[in-house]
């Protein structure tokens, strides 16, 4: 089992994310990129760099959009929504860190459809931890975690742009 702590290479993990994500997009003509803040949208900006999509980029939050709002409460991080090209017949790559539960997921689906009808929307995550809680699954995955209960994996980035993936206890 993981120690408390423990990383794991984002840095590859990301690669094999866009490699997958080149791959898949191929022949796509109305692709774009929607990062879920805050993970989700540094991946989502750092994956339209590299495919070049920097001018099909939006950055959702989903905060009132959480079925499970009332009880994690406001968070003082929220940040705006901003999608600044048209959702309708896009096809969608939506972008998060870590696919858990599903929840972050149906809840960012809500909030696309607030602006527009896309033709498809994809899931990309760097890591999937497994523990789905509704019937959610990625398109695009950079690799899978194993862990324990009581654990979150933590993404970080430095100011170089740089990611690190941590393991972390939930009550440390």
């Not at 120690?3 to 898949?24: I, K």
């Not at 497994?130 to 980035?157: K, N, T, W």
């Amino acid at each position: 089992m993981p120690t408390p702590h423990q990383q794991f290479d984002a840095e590859a993990l990301y690669r094999e994310l866009l490699s997958r994500l080149r791959s898949g997009l191929e022949g796509v003509s109305d692709a774009a990129i929607v990062g879920i803040h805050s993970g989700g949208a540094w991946l989502a900006q750092r994956l339209a760099a590299d495919l070049g999509l920097e001018n099909r980029l939006g950055f959702i939050d989903v905060s009132f959009y959480r079925d499970d709002y009332a009880k994690k409460g406001l968070h003082p991080d929220v940040k705006p929504t901003h999608i600044p090209f048209n959702v309708d017949r896009a096809v969608i790559v939506l972008v998060d860190d870590v696919l858990h539960t599903g929840r972050t997921t149906r809840a960012a689906i809500n909030v696309l459809f607030d602006y527009g009808r896309p033709a498809r929307i994809m899931l990309a995550a760097l890591a999937d931890r497994a523990g789905r809680e509704l019937p959610v699954a990625a398109d695009f995955v950079g690799g899978h975690a194993s862990l324990a209960p009581g654990q979150s994996l933590c993404l970080q980035r430095a100011a170089d742009g740089t990611l690190s993936l941590t393991i972390e206890d939930d009550h440390a």
